[in-house]
């Protein structure tokens, strides 16, 4: 069993960052991609960003691309995601999860491949 908490969420103001933590507890997640996605109200959860188990294969959704960054410290058992130039419609609950299967290549980007999901953290971007 995998246990995830999400960090790093709160209030930002328009084109300011937030750092995002996802650790992992319960057993070593470095055999396997770790994906994040985000909820906002009323909406459908998506797809922001994975990285493969070896950091190799890394995707994100086109809405973050060049603003988001995520990477991993397999000796913390921790993944991060960086997010600069933050803006309104980014603000959403992030959870952070982890694949089903281990050593895929490339990481997958569809939730249903995850089968360990945190509580998730707030971010909330003010315009």
């Known amino acids: 069993q995998v246990q995830l908490v999400e960090s790093g969420g709160g209030l930002v103001q328009a084109g300011g960052s937030l750092r995002l933590s996802c650790a992992a507890s319960?057993?070593?997640?470095?055999?396997?991609?770790v994906g994040w996605f985000r909820q906002a109200p009323g909406k459908e959860r998506e797809f922001v960003s994975t990285?493969?188990?070896?950091?190799?294969?890394?995707y994100y959704a086109d809405s973050v691309k060049g603003r988001f960054t995520i990477s991993r410290d397999n000796a913390k058992n921790t993944v991060y995601l960086q997010m600069n130039s933050l803006k309104p419609e980014d603000t959403a609950v992030y959870y952070c999860?982890?694949?089903?299967?281990?050593?895929?290549?490339?990481?997958?980007?569809?939730?249903?491949?995850?089968?360990?999901w945190g509580q998730g953290t707030q971010v909330t971007v003010s315009s």
């Open positions: 319960g057993r070593t997640v470095s055999r396997f991609a």
């Open positions: 999860a982890v694949d089903s299967l281990a050593l895929t290549i490339p990481a997958p980007t569809a939730p249903s491949r995850y089968n360990y």
């Open positions: 990285i493969s188990w070896n950091g190799g294969s890394i």
